[in-house]
């Protein structure tokens, strides 16, 4: 399905055709959720963020401009998404974080269980980079995306967009020499 | 990597000059080239999870969201929030500086002159001398002789001397 598909698609989804929509889903979910995992760093966080980037790209259908590409829309869409699950993570860590100094004293006996799903949780690695790193980086390998578009979905100058993707490359290349495993690859 | 541009870029503060030492150097260099992108193969795995490909549709939920939400496509509120009015913080910073340093200087310049006398100076009147009356002498006798008249005059007194003519002296 190409942009003229995509275009057409949207089409059958104003005109009130709702099933249209899942071949915009099952086309980009991929992409979508990439992006998200590698901004969140989590699968749970990651397809949370992608439903709310769906959804909220559906409902606000009619203001996409359709002489732009959607993939880009839908990425601006996918990247503010995070930015307000991070916010909202940092907030309930906050909160999490008083309630457990309240009730340390009666959970002492108690282990908490690691997380379920260890392999879904984003490389030490990539954790060295920022978000807008992160994402930068995600869009150049995994897309194939030049700074220029870069700078469309984080809402930025394409020199600040070079510089993240700079440094996301630097930063990486740094801890794949000093991990003795990928030396070898 | 060359070490000089490598040097050069942790030491700009700029991100405008960064992006542009990029432009010039790290993007043309071959040598750089080669080793910004080194073991692409291997990076682009970190950034491509395995669980994404066997990842179940998201559609389900997002059509029952839809559903639940009874709205067709339509502008409830921007998906994208509208760019905020922000004050450029800098600018306005560094004008409000200029301002005070401006008026600062303006005010030490253009302030009114003449200094404040101190210690004995101070008891005195500092009011202009012009507008005390002055004295004048037209002519003066000394024992049936023309004399001269040498007059000091301060703010608050006037003294007078007389001395004969063949003394040399300005007559006031």
């Not at chain 1, 590698?38 to 749970?44: D, E, Y």
């Not at chain 1, 307000?84 to 906050?94: G, M, P, S, V």
């Not at chain 2, 066997?54 to 969201?65: E, I, K, Y």
């Not at chain 2, 800098?90 to 004008?95: E, F, I, K, N, P």
Request: net charge positive.
């Amino acid at each position: 399905m190409g942009p003229t598909d995509d275009g057409q698609t949207i089409a059958r989804c104003l005109a009130g055709d709702r099933e249209a929509f899942e071949m915009i889903v099952n086309k980009y979910q991929s992409g979508v959720l990439t992006l998200a995992w590698s901004v969140l760093g989590n699968r749970a966080e990651a397809e949370d963020a992608a439903q709310e980037a769906f959804i909220r790209a559906y409902v606000n259908l009619q203001n996409f401009d359709r002489a732009k590409d959607f993939k880009n829309w839908l990425y601006a869409i996918v990247h503010k998404r995070c930015l307000d699950r991070i916010r909202k993570l940092k907030t309930e860590k906050k909160y999490r974080s008083r309630m457990a100094e309240a009730a340390a004293p009666v959970m002492s006996g108690f282990k908490t269980e690691p997380g379920a799903d260890e392999s879904a949780v984003l490389s030490p690695l990539l954790k060295k980079l920022t978000v807008k790193e992160r994402l930068a980086a995600s869009l150049s390998m995994n897309e194939g995306y030049t700074a220029a578009e870069i700078a469309g979905i984080l809402h930025c100058a394409e020199s600040t967009a070079r510089v993240h993707l700079f440094n996301a490359k630097r930063k990486l290349r740094k801890g794949l020499e000093r991990n003795p495993h990928v030396q070898n690859l | 990597m060359c070490k000089i541009y490598k040097i050069l870029y942790a030491a700009i503060p700029l991100k405008k000059w960064k992006s542009a030492l990029i432009r010039r150097h790290f993007e043309r260099c071959p040598r750089c080239a080669e080793e910004f992108n080194y073991k692409d193969h291997v990076v682009r795995a970190f950034f491509k999870p395995e669980w994404i490909q066997g990842a179940s549709s998201v559609w389900p939920q997002v059509r029952a969201q839809i559903i639940l939400r009874k709205n067709e496509p339509e502008a409830l509120r921007p998906a994208i929030s509208p760019p905020r009015l922000r004050l450029p913080i800098r600018a306005l910073a560094a004008a409000i500086s200029a301002f005070f340093i401006l008026g600062t200087i303006g005010f030490f310049l253009l302030r009114p002159h003449g200094r404040k006398l101190s210690g004995p100076e101070s008891s005195l009147s500092t009011k202009p001398a012009a507008a005390v009356p002055r004295v004048q002498v037209i002519s003066v006798e000394l024992g049936g002789k023309r004399a001269k008249a040498y007059i000091y005059q301060t703010p608050t007194a006037s003294f007078i001397w007389i001395a004969p003519s063949q003394e040399t002296g300005g007559l006031r």
